[in-house]
Every structure is written in C-alpha cells, then in structure tokens.
C-alpha cells in the first residue's frame, strides 16, 4: 500500500495546510509533499517497507530495532483477550501515540538549528518520491523556486544574499510545521490501514474489548486486502483525483478547464 499511503499523505497534507496557516502554493507544497513521506514511516516496523529500504544497511538496522520494540512493548502490554503475536509489524508504529510522539520530536528540533529541521524534511521529501516519483521532488522544488524569486525584487543590488535570506525564512517556517506533517502522515497511514482486513490498533494503549491492541477496521463487507484490486481501481485514481483539486486553486483550475471543454464541444455542434 506504499502508494496509497503516500497518496492519502499528500492530500491530507493538502486538506490540513490550511489549518496550520499555509496557504500559498509555495508553502503547501513542501508540506504535503513531506506528510506524504511520514505517511509511509509507521511501515519501517516492515522489513520489506519503503522506509526500511531507504537507506539500505543504515534503515535496516533501524527498522530491526523498531521490530524489536515494538516486539517486547507489545508484550509488556497486551491485554488477556490480545492474540498471541510477535507484535513487530502494525503495532509502536501505527498509533495515535506513536504519530503524537515523534511529531513532537520532529517539532522539538527546530530548536537545534535549521539544518536539522530541513534533515527531517528533505528524509520526508526523499521517501515520498520514492513511492510517487521524482513529480513530487520536482513540485516541491518548483515552489520554493518560486519562493525565492518571489522574494528577491529586479532592484535588489544583491540578489544572491536576498536568496539566502528567503532560504533562512524558509528553513524557519518549515520548523513551525514539520511537526505537523510528522504527526499527520503517521496518523493518516494508520486510518488507511483500518480500511484493510488486518485493522490497525491506533487507539493502544486504550483497551478495547479486552484488548490493548484493538484493531480498528471497517465492518467485514467493506475491508479488503493490501494489494487487492479494489485498491489500485478505486483508492488510488480517487486519492489521486483529490490531490489534484485540493492544490490551491485545483478546484477553480478544473472548472475552467470543464467551461472551456463544454464551449468548445457545443462550438463543434
């Protein structure tokens, strides 16, 4: 489901900016394009995961060490009606907990310096692309190019230490949001795995039934398996569909577009 979740994570990112006071195309961009990426980290629990391949010996020795986490936390934890399970994969990291806490992390280190918080975001940037492609490294490229022009006058006498300036800014504003996107990204790919037939025990540790690790899932007609057709037919085109109209201004753009298509084919009659 690598490329739902990326999907899901950047309308998400797309829906919420708003919200978190980014409007512009410049601003909602970059953070739709790193909540895509988070929305992919809660699988580094995967071995075969696009988060634990990312950075080859280095992500697999982190991935290991996630398993084994949420391995023991599991165990400590269960409830008396939780099965019997490794707990290693959709478990620490597909929580509201687990999203809360890093996000926090994410957000906390804005105070470390800018360089760290652009770390965090390009790392959100790099496993977005590597689910949805180079399109999205190029959009987000695009805006802060845009950016950085926007900001640098034809009377400027130094344009190069304008440039640095609106990248100083930019850096700045990034650490308001990152944290944001963390969180989202994780929660978002949670609920995309309570539409699976496996659920998704999001709620832990808040105990459910007897159980701890309670798997949030829809009503058994309506679930489907990772990979199922269902999924590349419909979730997917949909997710797609929706990434496109909520850009800012997508909607207006698509209306145009149809206003000109209906002109032109009622010319032709």
Not at 67 to 95: C, I, M, Q, W
Not at 169 to 179: D, E, K, V
Not at 230 to 256: D, S
């Amino acid at each position: 489901m690598g490329r739902s979740h990326a999907l899901s994570g950047w309308c998400a990112g797309l829906a919420v900016a708003p919200l978190v006071g980014l409007t512009s195309v410049a601003e909602v961009v970059p953070f739709a394009a790193a909540t895509a990426g988070y929305a992919l980290l809660p699988d580094l629990d995967h071995p075969g995961a696009s988060a634990s391949r990312l950075l080859g010996p280095v992500t697999r020795l982190v991935s290991g060490a996630v398993r084994a986490f949420s391995g023991v936390l599991y165990n400590l934890t269960k409830g008396p009606r939780d099965e019997e399970s490794t707990g290693k994969h959709r478990h620490a990291t597909h929580t509201l907990v687990a999203a809360v806490l890093l996000g926090f992390l994410a957000a906390s280190l804005g105070d470390r310096g800018k360089w760290a918080v652009l770390a965090v975001a390009v790392t959100g940037l790099v496993l977005a692309a590597d689910a949805l492609g180079d399109w999205i490294v190029l959009a987000v490229l695009g805006a802060a190019g845009w950016s950085v022009v926007s900001t640098t006058g034809p009377g400027t006498a130094l344009p190069g230490t304008a440039a640095a300036e609106a990248l100083q800014a930019g850096l700045t504003q990034i650490g308001g949001w990152i944290g944001a996107a963390v969180a989202i990204g994780m929660f978002v790919h949670c609920l995309g795995d309570s539409l699976t037939r496996s659920g998704c025990p999001w709620l832990w540790p808040l105990p459910i039934r007897g159980e701890t690790w309670y798997e949030i899932r829809l009503p058994k007609p309506l679930r489907f398996s990772t990979g199922h057709w269902f999924e590349h037919a419909v979730i997917v085109p949909a997710l797609t569909v929706g990434g496109v109209l909520l850009l800012p201004g997508g909607i207006q753009v698509v209306q145009h577009l149809f206003d000109a298509t209906s002109v032109w084919i009622a010319g032709q009659s």
